[in-house]
C-alpha cells in the first residue's frame, strides 16, 4: 500500500530538542531498545514536576507523552510505528508509552521539481549537487529540511536573489519503507544588481561608502557580495549598526537592475577610555585615549593618547584611514613625543610614521611601514675598561615589513587556536654614530582547551629575534634586544635578563633574544580563574643567548571576566635570581599574559 501525504517536518525535528530537563519523565516508555531514539523521545516529552494525582491525569499524560513521541518517531524515519497510551495498575498511578518503532524509513529517489521557469542547465545540475540524501539513508525529516535549504541558498548563490521553496511533497511509502521527498523550488528570474543607495542620514559620505561595493553595476547577483560589503563596513569599527540589502523585486529600475540598499548608524562622535596598570618594579601606569570617529566622512578614527608611567611615557596622535586607496586596506599616520625611563638607558624623543596593513584573508594580515625617529639616548659606555654614561643623537629611519596570523578565539581571553606574528625592521641611524642592520623578531603563541566548556586552556608562547649586521656596543642601547618583565619573563624587572655591564646591575641587552612561556589556566567560576605559570628568557651579544644569559620565572595568578576579557593579577619570582633581582614581582593589567 502506498501513503502519499505533506510532512509537517519542521514541527517534528524541533520537538526532539526539547524538555531536557524533566523533575522526572511524563510517562514511561517501554518497547524502544535503540537508547538514542529511547532517550530522544524522553527528552521531547513535557515535563512533570510531580507524580499524577490520578488516573485520569495519568491517562491525560500518556496521550500526551505519546503526541511527542510520534513525532520523534517521524522526525527519525519511524512511520510504521504503533504508540499505545497506557496507566500503570500501580499506586500512585504512571503513564506508559507502550511503543513498537517498527522499520526505519529510507530515503530513496530525491528529487527536485521547479515551480515557474526553470533556471538554466548549469544552475539545475549545482542544485540538484548539493541534495545530498544517500539512497538508503535513514529518512530523518531534519535532514531533508536541510536538504531543501542547501538547494534554495545555492540557487540564489547563483544569481537567483528570489528562489524559494514551496510546500514539499513528501511521498511515505509503506509498502517498500522509503521515503522519497519531491522539493518544490521557484527559482524566478535571474537578478542584477546596480550600485548602493544610502538611505540614512550620518556622518559618512555616501559616495565613499558607494566605492566599497565588491561588484560593478550589471553584475549577477551574489549573496557573497552582499555579505562582503557589511563586512567591510563593520570592520571599520564606527557604526553601531550596519544592514545590507538587496532591494526587494518591486523596487527594481526600469533597466531591471536591483540596487543595494545599505543603512549605517554611526556610533557616539567621540569617546574617552582610560586603562591603568601595575607591576612592583616599575610602579602604576596609566593610560587615557580620546578618540573621534568618521570626523572626515570617511569611516576614519583619530586618537589622541596619553601615557604616563615610570618606564614610558608619551603623547602620540594618531589617523586610521580604513579601506584606503583599495578595500581592505588600512592606512595610519601617526606622530608622538617620548620619554623612556629604562635602567638600561634614557632616551627622549620625536617620532613620526605611516603604516600600511593589508587584510589578505580573514585572519592574516600584512604590514608594511616607514617611520623617523629624532632622539636623545643617555646611556652607559665602556670604553677601555672604564663605564661612563654618555648621551648621544640620533636621527633613526626604520622600514618594517610583517605579518600575522591570528587563528585564536578571542583577543583578550583566547582558549584556542594559535597565532604568528613574523617582523623585519631594516634600520638606518645617523648622528653622533652612523651605522645600520635589521632587527628580525618572531613570535607564537598556541591554546589548547580542555574539559567541558573549555574551563582549562594550555597555552604556551615561544619569541626569537636577531640583530643582523650590528656589532656591540656599537648599536644604540634603545635599539637592543631584551627581556624581563610583564610581557616577556615575569618574576624579573623590565630589561634585567641578560648580560650586564661590568660589574654593575645595569642591563646591557644584546643583539639576540629567545623566550618562552607556558601557562596553565583554569576557571572555578564564570568569572573567577586561575592561572599557574613559568617564563623563561634569554639575551646574548652574540648570534643566540648562552647558558648565562637566560633566566626563568614562575608564578601563579588569578583572574576576573569583565564580560569583555579579564583582569589580571600574577605573582611571579625568578628562579636564576642575581644580585639587584627583587624576590618577586606582582603584575596588574587587562587581558591574558599572552
Excluded: C
Amino acid at each position: 500500500m502506498r501513503k502519499r501525504s505533506v510532512l509537517g517536518m519542521t514541527t517534528a525535528a524541533l520537538l526532539a530538542a526539547g524538555h531536557a530537563n524533566a523533575a522526572e519523565p511524563a510517562a514511561i516508555v517501554t518497547g524502544v531498545e535503540d537508547k538514542a531514539l529511547r532517550e530522544a523521545i524522553q527528552r521531547a516529552m513535557t515535563e512533570a514536576k510531580a507524580p499524577p494525582r490520578s488516573r485520569s491525569e495519568a491517562r491525560r499524560r500518556a496521550r500526551d507523552a505519546g503526541d511527542d513521541a510520534v513525532a520523534v518517531l517521524r522526525s527519525e524515519g519511524y512511520y510504521a510505528y504503533v504508540v499505545e497510551p497506557d496507566v500503570s495498575e500501580a499506586e500512585p498511578p504512571r503513564a506508559i508509552l507502550k511503543i513498537t518503532p517498527g522499520p526505519v524509513f529510507v530515503i530513496a529517489d530525491p528529487r527536485l521539481a521547479w515551480s515557474g521557469p526553470e533556471p538554466d542547465e548549469g544552475v539545475v545540475k549545482r542544485a540538484e549537487s548539493v541534495i545530498r540524501l544517500t539512497p538508503g539513508a535513514p529518512g530523518r525529516a531534519v535532514e531533508v529540511l536541510a536538504a531543501e535549504g542547501r538547494v534554495v541558498s545555492q540557487v540564489q548563490q547563483l544569481g537567483y536573489a528570489d528562489a524559494a521553496a514551496e510546500p514539499r511533497e513528501v511521498v511515505v511509502d509503506h509498502a517498500d519503507h522509503t521515503v522519497r521527498p519531491v522539493f518544490h523550488i521557484a527559482a524566478g528570474d535571474l537578478t542584477h544588481v546596480d550600485g548602493i543607495q544610502v538611505v540614512t542620514q550620518g556622518r559618512s559620505n555616501p559616495a565613499w561608502i558607494k566605492h566599497l561595493a565588491p561588484w560593478t553595476s550589471g553584475d549577477i547577483y551574489e549573496p557573497d557580495d552582499i555579505a562582503e560589503l557589511e563586512r567591510r563596513l563593520r570592520d571599520t569599527g564606527v557604526y553601531d549598526t550596519v544592514s545590507v540589502s538587496l532591494a526587494p523585486k518591486d523596487k527594481a529600475l526600469p533597466d531591471g537592475l536591483r540596487p543595494v540598499i545599505v543603512t549605517v548608524s554611526d556610533r557616539k562622535a567621540r569617546t574617552v577610555e582610560l586603562a591603568a596598570s601595575y607591576s612592583t618594579t616599575d610602579g602604576p601606569g596609566a593610560d587615557a585615549k580620546w578618540i573621534h570617529y568618521n570626523r572626515f566622512h570617511r569611516a576614519d578614527t583619530t586618537t589622541l593618547s596619553a601615557r604616563l608611567a615610570r618606564v614610558d611615557s608619551r603623547l602620540e596622535a594618531e589617523l586610521a584611514l580604513p579601506h584606503w586607496r583599495r578595500s581592505q586596506q588600512t592606512l595610519k599616520l601617526n606622530t608622538a613625543i617620548f620619554h623612556d625611563d629604562t635602567d638600561a638607558y634614557v632616551e627622549t624623543g620625536a617620532h613620526i610614521g605611516a603604516d600600511l596593513t593589508r587584510k589578505l584573508r580573514t585572519t592574516v594580515y600584512r604590514t608594511y611601514g616607514v617611520s623617523l625617529d629624532l632622539s636623545q639616548v643617555d646611556s652607559p659606555l665602556t670604553t677601555n675598561g672604564v663605564t661612563t654614561r654618555v648621551e648621544q643623537n640620533f636621527a633613526t629611519l626604520t622600514l618594517l615589513g610583517a605579518q600575522a596570523w591570528d587563528r585564536s578565539d578571542n583577543v583578550l581571553d583566547p582558549t584556542k587556536g594559535w597565532r604568528l606574528d613574523v617582523r623585519a625592521e631594516p634600520t638606518a641611524i645617523t648622528g653622533d654614530l652612523t651605522m645600520a642592520f635589521l632587527k628580525i623578531q618572531a613570535q607564537t603563541s598556541a591554546y589548547l582547551p580542555f574539559g567541558q566548556g573549555a574551563r582549562t586552556v594550555l597555552a604556551g608562547r615561544f619569541k626569537a629575534g636577531q640583530i643582523v649586521g650590528g656589532t656591540m656596543p656599537e648599536v644604540p642601547a634603545s635599539k637592543r634586544l631584551y627581556a624581563g618583565g610583564g610581557g616577556s619573563v615575569r618574576g624579573y624587572a623590565y630589561q634585567a635578563i641578560g648580560p650586564r655591564i661590568d660589574n654593575t646591575t645595569t642591563p646591557q641587552g644584546g643583539l639576540s633574544l629567545l623566550e618562552s612561556s607556558i601557562e596553565l589556566r583554569h576557571k572555578f567560576t564564570d568569572r573567577w580563574g586561575a592561572v599557574a605559570f613559568v617564563d623563561a628568557g634569554g639575551v646574548g651579544v652574540d648570534k643566540w643567548p648562552g647558558g648565562d644569559d637566560f633566566g626563568v620565572g614562575v608564578g601563579v595568578g588569578v583572574r576576573y571576566d569583565l564580560g569583555f576579557g579579564p583582569i589580571r593579577a600574577d605573582i611571579a619570582v625568578p628562579i636564576s635570581k642575581r644580585e639587584g633581582d627583587p624576590a618577586f614581582q606582582v603584575y596588574i593589567s587587562i587581558g591574558q599574559a599572552f
